[in-house]
C-alpha cells in the first residue's frame, strides 16, 4: 500500500507549556499572530498616549462639517470638532471597556467552567444548565433591556452588563476540557498524594488550560466591543465617556450620512473592525502554534 | 424519544428562567414605573379602567408579596395581556409587536439560511484545498466577522443609496403601496431588504466558513478519508459524503451562538435602514420609555431564539445518531 497523500502530522504532546518563552518564538514566526501583534500594539499605544497626541476632541471650531484636509486630517465635526481627535482619544475608552467587560467575564467563566467540571455532581448539572441557559438566551436584547432600565449608569453598568451576558460560551468549551483533563494520570496521581482540591485546580487544571482562556479572552474583549459599539450607537452608552460607539452614536444623531460626512463615520468602524482583525489574528496564530494540524502548508490533496 | 424529551425539558427550563429574569428587571428601574406610564398615556388620550392593573401585573409591580406579583405576572403573560404601548398609544403592546414580527423573521431567517449555506460550502471549499489561492482568502473573513453590523450597514447604505443611487434608503417597503400580495408590494418589499439581507450574509458567512475549513482539515486527515482515497472514490464523494458530511456536525452544533450573534447584529442592523422588525420596534419602545413594549419585544424574540435553537437540535438529533444514543 503506498504512503497516504494527507500526511499525518504525529501528534504532539497537546498540553503544551503554558508558561515560559517555549511557545512565543514559534509564534512570532506565525505571520498572522505578528501583523496582529504589531496592529494591536498601534492602538493600545494609541490608547496609552491618546491625550498628548491629539488636541481637545471636544473643543470647537469655526470649521463646520469640512471634509479632510491637512488642518483636519478627519475633518471634522458638524458643530466642528475635529474627527481625528476624537478617534484618537476614543480608543482609550473601547479598549478600557473592552478589556474590563472581557476580563470579568472571562473570571466568571473560569470560575463556572473550571468549578463545575471539576467538582462533578449536581453542582456540576447546575453550573452547566445555567451556562447553557444563558447561551440560548440572546444577549443584545437582554443587554438593551437592562440598560435601559438602569438609564445613565455609566460606563461600569456598561462593563458589567456585557459581561453578564458573554461568559457562557466560553465556560461551555472550559468545562468540557476540565472534564477530560481531571481524569488524566498527574492529575489522579496529585489526589492520591492528597493534595488540596484548590491546589489541584490551580497548579494542575488551570496552567494547562490557560491557552483556551487566553484564546476565550481575546474573543471576549472583541464581543464586548462590538456589543458596546451597538450600544452607545442606540443612545444607550454614557454619551460623555466618548467611545468609537458614541462618535457613530453622533454621527447618527447628526445624519452624517445623508449629508455625505462620510469621514465621520467611516474612521470609528474602521478602527473597531481593525481592532478586532487584530485580535482574531493573535488567536489563530496562537492556535496554529498549539495545534500544528490547523498550520497553512502546501499540501496537494 | 428520549433525546427529544431531554431537549424539550431543557428549553422549558431556559424559557422559564427568561421569563423569571423579566420579571425581575423591572425593579431596576428608578422611581415608580406604572405611575410614570399612566401619566404618560393619560397624555396622549383617555386611559382606559383597568389598565393600571394590567401593567402593574406585567411589569411584576403589582399589589401583594412577592410570589402573588409573580402569579399576576405569570397570569397576564399567559393570557398575552401586555397592556397598552405608549409608543404607539393606544395600540395593544401585542398588535405592535405582531406587525413587526413576520419582518425581522422573514429578512432574517432568509439571510441566515443564505449565509450558513454559503459559509459551509465555501469552507468545505478551502479545507478540501488547503494552502492554495482560495484557502488563503480564508483569514481576510476574520475582518468582516470583526466588523459591526450596524456600520456595515451604514457603509451599504451610503455607497448604495447615497452615492450610486440604486437602492431605497430605508424603510421596509415603499409606504405608498398597501400592504399586501400584490406583485408591486412584493417587489418593493425585496429591494428595500437587499441591503439588509446583504449586511447579515456578509457579516456571519466568514464565522461558518472558518469554522468550516478547519473542521475540513482536521477530518481529511481521519483514517476512513485515506481509506476512501485509497479505494479510488472520486474525489467528489470523497470531498462531500465522506469529509464535508461530518465536518458539518461542530457547525450546526455550535449554531445556537453563531444565532445569538446574528439576531443581535440583526437588532442594531434594521435601526439604520428604519426597517420595520423587531430591533426598530425596540429602539422605539427604549427611546420613549415604553416598558410594557420592551418586555414584549425582548420576551418574543427570546422565544423565537429559543424555537430556533430547539429546530436545530432536532436537526442535529437526526443528522448525527450518537446524540440519540448517547444516555
Known sequence: MTAPTVPTVPTLPTTPRATGRGWLRPALRSRRFAAGLALLAVFVLTA????WLADDPNAFTADLGQAPSGAHWLGTTQTGQDVFAQLVVSARG????????????????????????????????????ISNVFLVIPG???????????????????ILVIALTSWAASARVLR???????????????????????????????????????????????????????????????????????MLYFAQNAEALTSGAWWWFIPPGLCIAALGTALSLISFGLDEVLDPRLRVRKVSP | MRYLLRKLGFYAVAAWMAVTV???????????????MLARQAQSGPVEAGQEEALAAMLGLGHGNLLVQYGDYLRALAHLDFGLSV???????????????????????????????????????????????FDSLVPS????????????????????SQVWGVLPLGGGYDETLDIGLSGAFLTSAAEHAVLPAATIVLSSVGGWMLGMRNMMVSTLAEDYVVAAEAKGLPPRTIMVGYAARNAVLPSVAGFAISLGFIVSGSLVMEIVFSYPGMGFTLLQAVQNTDYPLMQAVFLVITFG???????????????????????
Do not use: C
Open chain 2, 141 to 160: 473573513t476574520t475582518f468582516l466577522a470583526a466588523i459591526p453590523y450596524f456600520w456595515l450597514a451604514l457603509l451599504l447604505l451610503y455607497l448604495f
Open chain 2, 87 to 133: 409608543t404607539y398609544f393606544p395600540s395593544p403592546v401585542t398588535e405592535v409587536v405582531g406587525d413587526a414580527v413576520p419582518w425581522t423573521l422573514v429578512l432574517v431567517g432568509a439571510a441566515t439560511l443564505l449565509s450558513v449555506a454559503l459559509g459551509l460550502t465555501l469552507g468545505t471549499l478551502a479545507g478540501w484545498r488547503r494552502g492554495s489561492w
Open chain 2, 22 to 36: 423579566n420579571f425581575f428587571l423591572p425593579r431596576l428601574i428608578p422611581g415608580d414605573p406604572v405611575e410614570m
Open chain 1, 94 to 129: 473601547t479598549l478600557l471597556i473592552g478589556a474590563a467587560s472581557a476580563l470579568i467575564a472571562t473570571v466568571v467563566s473560569v470560575v463556572v467552567g473550571i468549578g463545575g467540571g471539576f467538582l462533578g455532581g449536581l453542582a456540576d448539572e447546575a453550573l452547566s444548565l
Open chain 1, 176 to 246: 468540557a476540557q476540565t472534564l477530560s483533563l481531571r481524569t488524566r494520570d498527574y492529575v489522579l496521581a496529585a489526589r492520591v498524594y492528597g493534595e488540596k482540591r484548590w491546589r489541584i485546580v490551580l497548579v494542575e487544571i488551570l496552567p494547562n488550560e490557560l491557552a483556551i482562556i487566553v484564546s476565550q479572552f481575546i474573543f471576549a474583549v472583541i464581543f464586548a466591543i462590538l456589543t458596546q459599539a451597538g450600544l452607545a450607537f442606540l443612545g444607550l452608552a454614557d454619551p460623555s465617556h466618548l467611545t468609537w460607539g458614541t
Open chain 2, 305 to 327: 431564539v429559543l424555537a430556533a435553537n430547539f429546530l436545530v437540535d432536532l436537526v442535529y438529533g437526526f443528522v448525527d445518531p450518537r446524540t440519540r444514543q448517547a444516555r
Open chain 1, 140 to 158: 443584545l436584547p437582554l443587554v438593551i433591556v437592562v440598560s435601559a432600565y438602569v438609564k445613565g449608569g455609566g460606563a461600569w453598568s456598561t
Open chain 1, 48 to 51: 496609552a498616549l491618546g491625550p
